[in-house]
């Protein structure tokens, strides 16, 4: 007879990368990006251009060799020609780039935030609010007079995905999330979720940010975010040290990976996204623990943090990677903090460790980093500065 219930059973496929993009302060490429971390070496930062706040710059890029036509570029703001250039890393390590037939066929999934601001505007408009008896009325004029009617346009974050469409022909599904760390996450849990439920055979999937913007630091510091001064390991002070980074991934089934000859990088084994009440003391803190179990944590375990720097929220990772006893290492630490990009390259670091056997060095002077070579799987963490909390689980594959 036939099964009735056949329909109803769940497919559940391993899912591999096979293909990384990763572009930040360290360099570009994983060469680059191992050679900064397996050395130790100290992380590039900027403290007086945009001062008193801390970032980390973005690598000199040569565009021109991921988006070779000048009028895309032009068309791009900055964060989204790093997303583009970091989309067209992945294509080209996982052997994919200008194969029409499987681009065609590559879902996509973005996680981005807003874009362009017109910082001059900004500051007038702030100054004149700190001395108007109607601010109100003052604001309403100042955006009818003062904003330009492409900068509503500029601002969409499904810019990026668009981007990367146009220049590198990836047509197939296309998805973007909006929603600082935990869009990151999301992003990447969806694409895992489809491949290894067998609605989806390959994807790309990743984000992009650019620190070197006044108006998101203004952002930020509104928010008493932002690291001043000399940098700070990310779990010994407070504050929020930006980073400019573009970080994708390929994704993909074993059986279509192997169908097409490509051997995986490592195999992401699970992604979760939560979110606790931030108003109750040590929800975040359980909220990790309980991540992290979901993960598992045998031997051979270690973690790769995403902790962003915000006070409260690193405090409580903190608490909850300390009392489990495995090595830690925070991307922070190496590349700054990119906000939606956070989550993917801490991924992607977490799969270059794997590929390499090897757990890059401890950060000096970071009081949760400790010595430890474990790296047959890497549970990713993430929490967000505000809110949001996720994990990843990459092993050997």
Same mark, same amino acid.
């Given at each position: 007879?036939?099964?009735?219930?056949?329909?109803?059973?769940?497919?559940?496929?391993?899912?591999?990368?096979?293909?990384?993009?990763?572009?930040?302060?360290? =360099?570009?490429? #994983? %060469? +680059?990006?191992?050679? !900064?971390?397996? &050395?130790?070496?100290?992380?590039? /930062? $900027?403290?007086?251009?945009?001062?008193?706040?801390?970032?980390?710059?973005?690598?000199?890029?040569?565009?021109?060799?991921?988006?070779?036509?000048?009028?895309?570029?032009?068309?791009?703001?900055?964060?989204?020609?790093?997303?583009?250039?970091?989309? =067209?890393?992945? #294509? %080209? +390590?996982?052997?994919? !780039?200008?194969? &029409?037939?499987?681009?065609?066929? /590559? $879902?996509?999934?973005?996680?981005?935030?807003?874009?362009?601001?017109?910082?001059?505007?900004?500051?007038?408009?702030?100054?004149?609010?700190?001395?108007?008896?109607?601010?109100?009325?003052?604001?309403?004029?100042?955006?009818?007079?003062?904003?330009?009617?492409?900068?509503?346009? +500029?601002?969409?974050?499904?810019?990026?995905?668009?981007?990367?469409?146009?220049?590198?022909?990836?047509?197939?599904?296309?998805?973007?999330?909006?929603?600082?760390?935990?869009?990151?996450?999301?992003?990447?849990?969806?694409?895992?979720?489809?491949?290894?439920?067998?609605?989806?055979?390959?994807?790309?999937?990743?984000?992009?940010?650019?620190?070197?913007?006044?108006?998101?630091?203004?952002?930020?510091?509104?928010?008493?975010?932002?690291?001043?001064?000399?940098?700070?390991?990310?779990?010994?002070?407070?504050?929020?040290?930006?980073?400019?980074?573009?970080?994708?991934?390929?994704?993909?089934?074993?059986?279509?990976?192997?169908?097409?000859?490509?051997?995986?990088?490592?195999?992401?084994?699970?992604?979760?996204?939560?979110?606790?009440?931030?108003?109750?003391?040590?929800?975040?803190?359980?909220?990790?623990?309980?991540?992290?179990?979901?993960?598992?944590?045998?031997?051979?375990?270690?973690?790769?943090?995403?902790?962003?720097?915000?006070?409260?929220?690193?405090?409580?990772?903190?608490?909850?990677?300390?009392?489990?006893?495995?090595?830690?290492?925070?991307?922070?630490?190496?590349?700054?903090?990119?906000?939606?990009?956070?989550?993917?390259?801490?991924?992607?670091?977490?799969?270059?460790?794997?590929?390499?056997?090897?757990?890059?060095?401890?950060?000096?002077?970071?009081?949760?980093?400790?010595?430890?070579?474990?790296?047959?799987?890497?549970?990713?963490?993430?929490?967000?500065?505000?809110?949001?909390?996720?994990?990843?689980?990459?092993?050997?594959?």
């Amino acid at each position: 007879m036939p099964d009735a219930n056949a329909g109803r059973r769940r497919i559940h496929r391993d899912v591999w990368i096979t293909g990384i993009g990763l572009v930040s302060s360290l =360099g570009e490429g #994983l %060469d +680059a990006h191992w050679e !900064a971390l397996a &050395t130790g070496a100290a992380p590039l /930062t $900027d403290a007086t251009t945009y001062a008193p706040y801390v970032v980390h710059p973005l690598v000199k890029v040569n565009f021109d060799t991921q988006i070779p036509k000048k009028g895309d570029q032009r068309q791009m703001e900055p964060w989204q020609r790093i997303g583009t250039y970091a989309a =067209g890393l992945a #294509l %080209d +390590a996982a052997g994919i !780039a200008r194969n &029409t037939e499987i681009l065609s066929k /590559t $879902d996509m999934i973005v996680a981005a935030g807003g874009g362009e601001r017109d910082f001059a505007v900004d500051a007038s408009i702030l100054n004149e609010l700190s001395t108007s008896n109607d601010a109100g009325r003052l604001l309403n004029e100042r955006l009818l007079s003062d904003l330009r009617p492409t900068l509503s346009l +500029a601002q969409l974050s499904n810019l990026l995905a668009g981007n990367i469409s146009i220049v590198h022909g990836v047509t197939g599904s296309s998805r973007t999330f909006m929603g600082e760390e935990s869009a990151g996450v999301d992003a990447t849990r969806v694409a895992y979720s489809r491949i290894a439920a067998g609605q989806s055979e390959i994807a790309l999937v990743g984000g992009a940010y650019n620190a070197e913007r006044e108006d998101t630091l203004l952002l930020n510091d509104l928010d008493n975010f932002c690291l001043k001064g000399d940098l700070k390991p990310v779990f010994a002070a407070p504050g929020i040290a930006s980073g400019s980074m573009g970080a994708f991934l390929v994704l993909e089934s074993p059986e279509h990976a192997t169908a097409r000859g490509a051997r995986p990088i490592a195999r992401l084994s699970g992604v979760w996204s939560e979110r606790a009440k931030r108003a109750v003391e040590g929800a975040v803190a359980e909220k990790v623990t309980a991540l992290l179990a979901t993960a598992g944590t045998p031997a051979g375990t270690a973690i790769i943090s995403g902790a962003t720097g915000a006070h409260d929220a690193t405090e409580a990772e903190r608490a909850a990677l300390a009392a489990s006893g495995l090595p830690v290492r925070a991307v922070a630490n190496r590349m700054g903090h990119g906000f939606e990009a956070q989550f993917i390259a801490g991924l992607a670091l977490a799969a270059l460790a794997v590929s390499k056997g090897a757990l890059f060095p401890p950060h000096a002077g970071d009081p949760l980093e400790q010595a430890g070579d474990a790296a047959e799987r890497i549970v990713v963490t993430q929490v967000g500065h505000w809110r949001g909390e996720g994990a990843g689980l990459v092993e050997k594959a």
